[in-house]
């Protein structure tokens, strides 16, 4: 299989980044994760704003992948060498500072950017969606800048090892008493029948899915008010779940080995999924069955 890197595709398994890349030394890097089906992908023009947000945030020079005709092109080479034109997929992209003598401060000017993207095949979760997720709670550890996707994903990845040391899927994180979002996902909660999540401040990553879901969840009449969870609510939720590219909306049903509410999937989280779904697929080209 095939992978993008430095403007050429490489076989993936040959594929070498230097050793003094910025990305290896120091995490200095962003990364997206596009979902694509049928060769399509979803929303990659806000994939695409959030990266270069990030770059521009971070001072690294914007390379030319991330003009959409250019992306677009890489994407489709990928997806075509890996015979990834039909059914689920996701692409990942990863662009960091370059390659310098490792020192802190930012190498000279002019160093290029090393520029790194893959395709894969991706099945969703749809069996765990269908009986719920259980989640855990963990300290939000993190830095003050988690509206950047940067590569830089210890707390996060600490978090969600946590998880799956105690069976669960997913860690969700709090910080000073607020819950702020999983390890690779945003957190919405249901109470008093209203639909609550972090604002999209500096302490969250601003999702893609989170967005479309919060559009669709308004255009369907329910109440949205982003305003965060309390770990204290966390016990009375009528419903809690978890949106990201890779999960869709996600039911958690347990938390900390607690039911949350019945124990089941609750009605808007499946509602809101369904009408996603739909939309996804209608977004990229999928015919639905009558
Ligand atoms: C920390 C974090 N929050 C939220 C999300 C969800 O973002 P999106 O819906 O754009 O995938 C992600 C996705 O990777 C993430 O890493």
């Known amino acids: 299989m095939l992978c993008y890197l430095n403007g050429k595709l490489v076989d993936r398994t040959g594929a070498v980044v230097a050793v003094e890349d910025r990305g290896f030394v120091f995490g200095d890097g962003v990364y997206e994760v596009w979902r694509v089906v049928n060769g399509r992908l979803f929303e990659m023009e806000r994939h695409l704003d959030r990266l270069v ?18 992306f677009t092109s890489v994407a489709e080479q990928l997806l075509a060498s890996g015979g990834l034109q039909d059914g689920e997929a996701t692409l990942y992209l990863e662009i960091t500072r370059g390659v310098a003598p490792r020192a802190h401060a930012f190498p000279a000017a002019g160093t290029a950017p090393t520029v790194f993207m893959m395709a894969n095949r991706f099945v969703p979760p749809n069996e765990v969606r269908t009986r719920g997720a259980a989640a855990i709670t963990v300290e939000d550890i993190r830095w003050l800048r988690c509206d950047i996707k940067t590569i830089q994903l210890l707390p996060n990845v600490l978090a969600k090892q946590a998880a799956a040391e105690r069976g669960a899927m997913e860690a969700i994180m709090v910080r000073h008493g607020i819950v702020t979002e999983g390890s690779h996902a945003n957190v919405i909660g249901v109470l008093d029948g209203i639909i609550r999540t972090h604002p999209t401040t500096n302490l969250i990553l601003p999702g893609v899915t989170r967005a479309v879901v919060l559009d669709i969840a308004r255009r369907l009449g329910i109440p949205v008010s982003e305003t965060a969870l309390q770990e204290r609510d966390l016990s009375r939720l009528e419903e809690l779940f978890i949106v990201g590219t890779t999960g869709d909306v996600m039911p958690i049903v347990r938390l900390n080995d607690q039911p949350v509410a019945s124990g089941r999937p609750g009605p808007i989280a499946r509602q809101l999924y369904s009408e996603f779904r739909a939309h996804m697929d209608a977004c990229c080209g999928v015919a639905r069955v009558a």
């Open 53 to 70: 947000f990030g770059l521009r945030e971070l001072r690294i020079a914007a390379p030319d992948i991330v003009q959409p005709d250019v």
